[in-house]
């Protein structure tokens, strides 16, 4: 790998032992710095399109955790902006940042970035249960991640808390709108079963009480065609003997408490109706 290419893989800037476990060897790097390579400092190596935000962070040896550290590992976020979380190993704090102490696991070899366990203990640890609960969720669906394992790094009573959110924890949501509203279900009471197949119809996104399915859109489309096959698939659920609600992202996101209430007038009616 060159050094152009490396440097790449690190986000646009590095220090010299990343670039070397990449292949990268001295020679190159002088080579390098003395072509159209920017050395910001000894042995900081960056891109001249490099974002100045990931630079700073090699230069001040921080580590980006919980949600800033979201994106390098594709994890679902509700809110991306904000400052930025960051690790620094004697503490040092700049302007809009939040410090996070305490680190389990080696960081990623070649990026300014926490590892994953640490991204999501530390969310666990402070963010609301929702927030926490999305990053973990994802991380677990994909295989990335052991419940059991962030449950034995949260001992005692000071982490009880973030223990309560792995309770709800759950595999095989394939959003996270998904996993909120699952979870705002469950919470209620509601007995939940996700991505269950129907006949004729296929995968439904939730279905709540054996009957009641429950579709999940986020996508923000003017497309007749998919609209029409939405409206195809609910007309064949309810043709089927299933009653269908169908809820977007600012229902899940922005409006649960409706969007439960909703739910809940739909099962207390069909319990109404039975002898």
Known sequence: MDVMEALAACGGAARRPALARLGVDDAALRRASRANIDQ?????????????????????????????????????VLEPSGPAHVYHRRGEVFEREVQHGGLLLPP????????????????????????????????????DMAVEFLRQQLPGRRNGRARAVLQW????AESMLETLARTCFRQAGITVESQVYID????????????????????????????????RRNNRSVVEGYTVLRYYYADVVHGPEQMLAEVLAVLAGRRGLQP
């Open 169 to 172: 924890v759950d595999r095989g």
């Open 200 to 231: 004729g119809v296929g995968y439904v996104d939730l279905l709540l009480e054996g009957w009641l399915v429950v579709e999940l859109d986020g996508r923000h489309h003017g497309d007749w065609r998919q609209v029409k096959k939405d409206q």
């Open 108 to 143: 990623n070899s070649t990026r300014p970035v926490a590892a994953l366990a640490d991204v999501l203990i530390h969310a666990l640890r402070c963010l609301p249960f929702r927030e926490s609960l999305i990053m973990v969720e994802c991380a677990v669906g994909r295989g």
């Open 40 to 76: 910001p400092a000894r042995g900081v190596y960056a891109l001249p399109s490099a974002d100045p935000a990931h630079v700073a962070l090699i230069l001040r040896r921080q580590l980006l955790t919980r949600i800033s550290a979201a994106p390098s590992y594709g994890l679902w």
